[in-house]
């Protein structure tokens, strides 16, 4: 039975009968042991399963656009996030100052009020210990 070729490069899909026939004509020809062996040397393959050079390079075209693609989406994806994030930390940098621009005030304020009430203190301090010292004075003068 003939195998049809059109052409030096063309390939073939050999079925399993067309395999059966081969095994036949080699068990008569080489006999069973080396018939066994041949069989061995051609496993029954479909060479359309294979991939050619072109289908590889036509993959590897698909690939690099898929990653071009990705890579696209991940770098956009990546400038989204650090513009919120240059928001957020924007946000941030406004409320921490307002907050120490109000902790400044409170300090300035309580250290204010401290400063008043030492300088009330440190008067009410002085003029005692003056009544204290003149009514001492007044014993000493007075004892002469």
């Not at 590889?56 to 990546?78: K, Q, Y």
């Amino acid at each position: 039975m003939p195998l049809n070729m059109t052409g030096p490069a063309t390939t073939m899909a050999i079925t399993e009968r067309q395999r059966l026939d081969l095994r036949q004509r080699l068990d008569e020809v080489l006999g069973e042991d080396l018939a066994e062996v041949a069989m061995e040397a051609m496993p029954p393959l479909d060479y359309d399963k294979f991939a050619t050079r072109q289908d590889v390079a036509n993959l590897g075209v698909g690939v690099r656009g898929e990653m071009a693609t990705i890579g696209a989406d991940l770098r956009s994806e990546m400038t989204a996030l650090s513009t919120n994030l240059r928001g957020e930390m924007a946000a941030l940098n406004t409320d921490l100052r307002g907050e120490i621009g109000r902790v400044r005030i409170e300090m300035v304020t309580g250290f204010a009020d401290i400063k008043t009430d030492m300088g009330k203190q440190f008067r009410q301090y002085f003029f005692a210990n003056l009544v204290v010292m003149l009514t001492m004075l007044g014993f000493v003068v007075g004892l002469n």
